[in-house]
Nanobody
């Protein structure tokens, strides 16, 4: 079955950096578009980055463009999100999901990893 497991979250000061990982199994990762998304308390999920199966095409939400970098290693079945210049408004539960589109409706997602940015 599809399994996605995120790691790398934590508490960081404003302006700091974190690198998230998403380990995938149970499906052909190298043929799958993937999404990084986040959900802040009291809000719905929003996508942060979408990455093509080969990693050549990446789209970012305006709120993170220029600060976050998504990448993938298909040999390791792993998705990454490098987050720099973090802001308090980036505080959220970050998760990866199989496929692209509105993350509310993506059927396969991980449990998420918490990112908290202090001011």
């Amino acid at each position: 079955q599809v399994q996605l497991a995120e790691s790398g979250g934590g508490l960081v000061q404003s302006g700091g950096s974190l690198r998230l990982s998403c380990a995938a199994s149970g499906f052909t990762f190298s043929s799958s578009y993937m999404t990084w998304a986040r959900q802040a308390p009291g809000k719905g999920p929003e996508w942060v980055a979408q990455i093509s199966d080969d990693g050549a095409r990446i789209t970012y939400a305006d709120s993170v463009k220029g600060r976050f970098t998504a990448s993938r290693d298909n040999a390791k079945n792993t998705l990454y999100l490098q987050m720099n210049s973090l802001k308090p408004e980036d505080t959220a539960l970050y998760f990866c999901a199989k496929g692209i589109g509105n993350p509310t409706y993506l059927p396969f997602r991980g449990q998420g990893t918490q990112v908290t940015v202090s001011s």
